[in-house]
């Protein structure tokens, strides 16, 4: 069956400094994948998604960054965290279909 | 753009009340629309998808065109309904514009 694992849980970090993400899936080739922020009362706002290897869309100008150096693996990169960059972090995938699968997400607070 | 407005950030209920939960959408072309819930301490999952038109766990959702319309409901809510709910309209290819998402609680 498939599984999608992000890490860390929690994570504290200054301003200014870098931030690495990771998300993997398996169980599943070639899935498409999606950076999500989820901020207090603004909702789930998507970040990124990708289709492919090296293949990365940008919903939003911002601050970070995403890669897909293998099939199953997403990393969301910063090289200098702010303030506003505090947030809940969920990964998804999904198939063929139309289903989005979540992570169990990331919590950072940038102090 | 494509939007999703969940107007209430908390709906609070008794146990076998009645329960709606609002979302109002805006897309040009023919929607299609998710009710995702996130439990305390599980993941986001997805509740219902408007084309399947089934009931889950006690959950419908309507389409409603005319009033650009896709509340939930449930006729008595039960406290293991306490969750975030968002809702949620699919953009081109698998891409999910979500709205603010509304906390139920379901108070015994």
């Known amino acids: 069956s498939q599984t999608i694992h992000q890490w860390p849980a929690t994570l504290v970090q200054p301003v200014g400094s870098p931030l690495s993400l990771e998300c993997t899936v398996e169980?599943?080739?070639?899935?498409?994948l999606y950076w999500y922020r989820q901020a207090a009362g603004r909702g789930l706002q998507l970040l990124f998604y990708?289709?492919?290897?090296?293949?990365i869309s940008s919903e939003v100008p911002q601050n970070l960054s995403a890669s897909r150096p293998q099939d199953r693996q997403f990393i969301l990169s910063s090289k200098k965290l702010l303030l506003s960059d505090s947030g809940f972090y969920l990964c998804a995938w999904s198939g063929g279909g139309w289903e989005q699968y979540f992570g169990p997400g990331t919590r950072l607070t940038v102090t | 753009a494509q939007r999703v407005t969940q107007p209430e950030k908390l709906l609070s209920v008794f146990k076998g009340a009645p329960v709606e939960l609002k979302c109002n959408y805006s897309y040009s072309g023919s929607p299609e629309l998710f009710w995702y819930v996130q439990y305390s301490r599980q993941r986001l999952q997805l509740l219902l998808r408007h084309i399947s038109r089934e009931s889950i766990k006690g959950f419908t959702a309507d389409l409603n065109k005319g009033e650009t319309s896709f509340h939930l409901k449930k006729p008595f809510a039960q406290e293991e309904d306490s969750a975030m709910y968002y809702c949620a309209l699919r953009e081109y290819g698998n891409k999910l514009v979500f709205g603010a998402g509304t906390i139920l609680r379901v108070k015994s």
């Open positions: 169980g599943t080739s070639n899935p498409n």
């Open positions: 990708s289709v492919g290897i090296g293949q």
